[in-house]
């Protein structure tokens, strides 16, 4: 509970003014110096904030993810509190999608969006990372620009990630060994007992993309195991039978992902191309945008 009472206190010269929201292991503030804005995410748990300092400060230079600013352990009489400066960013996807009609996004919208989430993971995927936690919840937009309130897709909460291969292009196992097919959206074989590498990072995103379509994606979560397990055997094996009415169109994504596996490295151009097939009047490579529909801020 205390890691969520902080509103008040000043790191690195940054005040803490507002809860923003609180996740498995941590909560994030928005905080401010004078009229810098930035997010400032604080955790008793150091492991998964020391690996998500170690990631963004690997990824500096990356576009797609949230500007790194500084890692700082502040002794309390509770213990040392974790925290880590980053770029402020817009809402997660996860409450955009909340916030339309029929808690579907809409076709151009989706695909755009699919395009940009694509790039996400290429950018992190050639910096040697995977992200081992993709979900709606862990993309958001980033603050508004031009007199047209243009965004762009940002990844962030690298709590899990992990650098799965030296510079040399050798595989680096994770000793600590953690069980990810425990997680229920894992991708299908994680979901069979092997560690995660970048397609299953892609995998996932194509069950997040489901579930913005509009297809009740935790309703299939809460199914017993092997029915869920049965159901991501076949969306890779035949994908047109699976898919949703709702999602029937992006069958020309869906049909390569079945072909993915750890030897050949993702080819992540190809699969924004699949979006882009799936789709071909609109153009899938097009600015997302914010704008105010019906009081809610929309993305189109
Ligand atoms: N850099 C950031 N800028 C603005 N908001 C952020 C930033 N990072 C996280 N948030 C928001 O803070 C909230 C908590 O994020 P966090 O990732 O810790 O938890 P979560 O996604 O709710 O849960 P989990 O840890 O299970 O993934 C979310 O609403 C998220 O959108």
């Not at 509970?1 to 507002?18: A, C, M, S, Y």
């Not at 400060?57 to 352990?73: G, I």
């Not at 092997?194 to 994606?217: C, H, N, R, T, W």
């Not at 898919?243 to 750890?262: C, I, K, M, R, S």
């Amino acid at each position: 509970e205390t890691i969520k009472d902080l509103v008040g206190l000043d790191i690195r010269g940054f005040h803490l003014n507002r809860l923003i929201g609180a996740g498995s292991y941590g909560a994030v503030y928005e905080s401010s110096s004078g009229t810098e804005k930035i997010a400032i995410k604080a955790s008793i748990k150091g492991s998964d904030i020391l690996n998500e300092a170690a990631a963004l400060q690997r990824l500096y230079y990356c576009q797609y993810t949230p500007q790194y600013y500084f890692h700082e352990e502040t002794p309390t009489p509770n213990g040392i509190l974790h925290t880590i400066g980053q770029e402020f960013l817009g809402p997660d996807l996860e409450s955009l999608r909340r916030k339309t009609p029929w808690q579907a996004i809409k076709r151009p919208t989706l695909v755009r969006i699919a395009w940009q989430a694509l790039s996400c993971l290429q950018a992190i995927h050639s910096y040697r990372l995977v992200h081992r936690d993709i979900k709606l919840g862990n993309f958001a937009i980033s603050l508004p620009t031009g007199p047209n309130n243009c965004v762009t897709i940002k990844i962030f909460d690298f709590g899990l990630a992990y650098n799965y291969m030296d510079e040399n292009g050798d595989l680096i196992d994770d000793e600590t060994n953690p069980n990810f097919s425990c997680m229920k959206y894992c991708a299908f074989e994680v979901a069979m007992g092997m560690e995660p590498m970048p397609k299953d990072d892609v995998i996932q995103l194509s069950y997040a993309i489901l579930y913005a379509s509009g297809y009740d994606f935790p309703r299939k979560l809460r199914c017993p195991p092997d029915e869920l397990l049965e159901w991501k055997r076949e969306l890779l094996r035949v994908p047109a039978q699976i898919l949703p009415p709702l999602a029937q169109f992006l069958t020309p994504f869906y049909a390569v992902l079945g072909e993915l596996n750890d030897l050949v490295p993702v080819d992540h151009e190809m699969l924004k191309q699949k979006i882009q097939e799936s789709l071909p009047a609109h153009n899938a490579s097009a600015n997302l945008y914010i704008e105010m529909q019906d009081g809610e801020e929309t993305l189109v």
